[in-house]
C-alpha cells in the first residue's frame, strides 16, 4: 500500500541549531513533494515545493531535499528560532488519478530558547 | 479577506443530525478541496472540484458525505445523519490550475467538528 511516514515523535531542538524532518514515503512516484507548516487551530501553510528532478531547494533558512531513489525527503531549518515550533506536513500527489495532496501525519517541532 | 475563509470555525452538534461547512475559497482559484483531520492525524483527503468538471468525490467515506460548488466559487460540505466518528477538524483549500500539482494549497483555518 502507499504511504507517507513522518516521524511522530516530537523533535525539540536548541535555539540556533538545525532542525532536520524526515519524510519517507513508500509505493509512490510522486512529481512533486511539498512541505507545509501548522501551528495549532489553524489550517496548513505552504513553504516549499520540490520536483522530482530537483536535488535541493531553499527558501531564506529552508532547505528541502528530495532523493526520489531512497523515497525521501529532508526538510532542513537552520539557525532555528522559538517562532519555528509547530508541526510540518510533507505532502505528495498520489497519483495521475487524483490531483489532491496526500499528507504525512506530520512531525511536530519545539524549539527551546 | 484575501485567504480561504471557513464558517462555522466550531461546531458542536448531537448524534443523527445534519450539518453543513462552508468554504470561501480565494477569488480566482479554480481548484477546491476538502480534507478532514482527525486529532493527531494527518489530512485526509475527502473532495476536489476544478472549475466545471465533476468533482473527484473518491476521498467521501460514506454516502452520508456530500458537497457542492456553486458558481464555482463557494462550496458546502454536509454531513448527514451525523456520528461520533465524524468528529474532526474540516479543512478547506483552494489553489491554482487545480490540475496541476505545483500549485500550492491555500487553506483555511478549519471548521471544529464535535458530535456529542
Known amino acids: 500500500s502507499q504511504k507517507i511516514e513522518q516521524n511522530s515523535e516530537a523533535l525539540n531542538i536548541q535555539e540556533g541549531k538545525t532542525a532536520t524532518l524526515t519524510c519517507n514515503y513508500t509505493n509512490y512516484s510522486p512529481a512533486y513533494l511539498q512541505w507545509y507548516r501548522q501551528d495549532p487551530g489553524r489550517g496548513p501553510v505552504f513553504l516549499l515545493l520540490i520536483r522530482e528532478n530537483e536535488k535541493e531547494k531553499r527558501k531564506e533558512r529552508l532547505k528541502v531535499t528530495f532523493d526520489t531513489t531512497l523515497k525521501q525527503s529532508l526538510f532542513h531549518i537552520t539557525a532555528s528560532q522559538p517562532a519555528d515550533s509547530a508541526t510540518y506536513l510533507c505532502a505528495l500527489v498520489k497519483d495521475t488519478g487524483r490531483r489532491a495532496l496526500t499528507f504525512g501525519s506530520g512531525t511536530r517541532l519545539q524549539v527551546q530558547p | 479577506g484575501a485567504g480561504v475563509s471557513q464558517s462555522p470555525s466550531n461546531k458542536v452538534t448531537e448524534k443523527g443530525k445534519d450539518v453543513e461547512l462552508r468554504c470561501d475559497p480565494i477569488s480566482g482559484h479554480t481548484a477546491l478541496y476538502w480534507y478532514r483531520q482527525s486529532l493527531g492525524q494527518g489530512l485526509e483527503f475527502l473532495i476536489y472540484?476544478?472549475?466545471?468538471?465533476?468533482?473527484?468525490k473518491s476521498g467521501l467515506p460514506s454516502d452520508r458525505f456530500s458537497a457542492e460548488r456553486t458558481g464555482g466559487s463557494v462550496s458546502t460540505l454536509t454531513i448527514q445523519r451525523t456520528q461520533q466518528e465524524d468528529s474532526a477538524v474540516y479543512l478547506c483549500a483552494s489553489s491554482l490550475a487545480g490540475g496541476l500539482s505545483n500549485q500550492p494549497q491555500h487553506f483555511g483555518d478549519g471548521t471544529r467538528l464535535s458530535i456529542l
Open positions: 472540484f476544478q472549475g466545471n468538471s465533476a468533482p473527484d
